[in-house]
């Protein structure tokens, strides 16, 4: 079985440039997240997806960041325009909609 | 009291050690607490994961003690390897929020030859 395939695995950017993410879920799996890790810390959720409803995005920054899920399968993450403080990793996770999450390998973010 | 606070921050045993790596949560609500392996430049792999219906879960060489009253969580690694050296991350959820995962602040383990 395919795991949670996430693109790109790296991304250097100016500040104030976009960048997107991209997340492909495990098949099947209908609850699908986005976490930011920073260097050294755990995994923070940012939204959270059933099907193609977002019904936890209490965490993401409105102001510059964008999420969505077409169709209930992939999913994209935007920041834009992006500030040094978001050089991270950001994680995407599924789920079948039991208790146990499933990432990625994660796309490591650099703002300079 | 939506923290889970880990410890140590960093671990260095031998090869065949039994590391101990600590949690606390606050939140009496969170009822789904498992424990993730993370290597360099990799995404966190789920090891084992615990409901506190039960005080301790084995699965191969990882080890999960849970003590509902203390509201603490263990992970030990039975005859640890080198290949074992990782970051490892617990982590607390609550069902009715759909399973956002509060994770801890991870423990670097280096396992020595």
């Known amino acids: 079985e395919a795991g949670v395939v996430q693109s790109p695995r790296y991304k250097i950017i100016e500040k104030k440039q976009p960048v997107a993410f991209w997340c492909n879920p495990i098949s099947g799996h209908n609850t699908l997240y986005w976490y930011r890790q920073n260097l050294g810390q755990g995994p923070e959720l940012l939204i959270r997806y059933e099907n193609e409803e977002a019904v936890d995005d209490s965490q993401l920054p409105k102001d510059r960041f964008s999420a969505e899920r077409l169709k209930g399968v992939d999913s994209t993450l935007k920041i834009q325009p992006a500030e040094l403080g978001d050089s991270a990793v950001y994680l995407c996770a599924s789920s079948p909609g039991t208790a146990e999450q499933f990432f990625g390998p994660g796309t490591r973010l650099t703002v300079l | ?113």
């Open chain 2, 1 to 113: 009291q939506q923290q889970v606070k880990q410890s140590p921050q960093s671990l260095i045993v031998q090869k065949g050690g039994i590391p101990i790596i600590n949690c606390a949560y606050e939140n009496t609500a969170f009822d789904y607490f498992p424990w993730y392996q993370q290597f360099p430049g990799k995404g966190p792999a789920l090891l084992i994961a615990i409901r506190p219906d039960v005080s301790e879960k084995k699965e191969g060489r990882f080890t999960i003690s849970f003590n509902k009253s203390a509201k603490q969580f263990s992970l030990h690694i039975m005859d640890s390897q080198p290949g074992d050296s990782a970051t490892y991350f617990c982590a607390a959820s609550k069902n009715n929020q759909g399973g956002k995962l509060i994770f801890g602040q991870g423990t670097e383990l280096s396992v020595k030859p």
